[in-house]
């Protein structure tokens, strides 16, 4: 069974402060990596995605990617109170001609003001 | 302009009825994709179709039967509900069956009683 680990948290932040959001993965043949963010109620929409070994950065929020650790992070900088929400990493699980996302089942993020 | 939109988007009936969900997306993509998310906000693929064919089915019961009039269009229905089918519906919709772009719908929360 191909997994992919998130803490479920809760984690709180004070405004201002960086959250560091992680994730671990057991499939060695995954290429793709996503932040989703889901608030209350909402669907997930997608903030971020990286493909390759290192840090991608967009605005506040930094992917990072270890392939041969099998992890993959995501770090909020200047949290503010509207980035409370869950955050989900999903991976591919590539098949023959076909994708798959694999979601892990969240981490609650707090911001507290 | 909704992207993907699903009906209903809520859903209370009896064990035993039988109820579809719709989804329709106005994006042109060519994939679809049917998720069920459950009471610990667990986001699991059910199926995916690309141009009106099945290409990721998962193990669900076969209770569950999606149906793609066309490619812009992706219903599931739903026989002999159970109480553990309680939960969150997402559709979401994709360029194509290995664009990892993924849209979302607004979800059907399904209520069995």
């Known amino acids: 069974q191909k997994e992919v680990e998130q803490n479920s948290g809760p984690l709180s932040v004070p405004e201002g402060a960086i959250a560091s959001l992680n994730c671990t993965y057991s499939?060695?043949?995954?290429?793709?990596f996503f932040w989703y963010r889901q608030y209350s109620g909402k669907s997930p929409e997608l903030i971020m995605s990286?493909?390759?070994?290192g840090d991608k950065e967009d605005g506040r929020f930094t992917a990072q990617l270890n392939k041969a650790s099998q992890y993959v992070s995501l770090l909020i900088r200047d949290s503010q109170p509207s980035d409370s929400a869950t955050y989900l990493c999903?991976?591919?699980?590539?098949?023959?001609?076909?994708?798959?996302?694999?979601f892990g089942k969240g981490t609650k993020l707090s911001v507290i003001p | 302009d909704t992207a993907v939109s699903q009906t209903p988007k809520y859903l209370v009936t009896q064990m035993g009825n039988d109820k579809s969900i719709k989804c329709e997306q106005n994006?042109?993509?060519?994939?679809m994709y049917w998720y069920k998310q459950d009471s610990k906000k667990f986001l699991k693929i059910m199926f995916s179709?690309?141009?009106?064919?099945?290409?990721i089915n998962e193990t669900v019961p076969n209770r569950f039967s999606p149906k793609s009039p066309d490619k812009a269009h992706l219903n599931l229905h739903i026989n002999s509900l159970e109480l553990g089918d309680s939960a969150v519906y997402f559709c979401?919709?994709?360029?194509?069956?290995?664009?990892?772009?993924?849209?979302f719908g607004p979800g059907t929360r399904l209520l069995v009683l």
């Open positions: 990286i493909y390759s070994n």
């Open positions: 499939d060695r043949g995954s290429q793709s």
């Open positions: 179709y690309n141009n009106k064919e099945l290409i």
């Open positions: 999903a991976v591919t699980l590539s098949g023959a001609g076909s994708y798959q996302l694999t």
């Open positions: 979401a919709s994709s360029q194509g069956p290995i664009e990892e772009t993924q849209y």
């Open positions: 994006l042109g993509h060519d994939t």
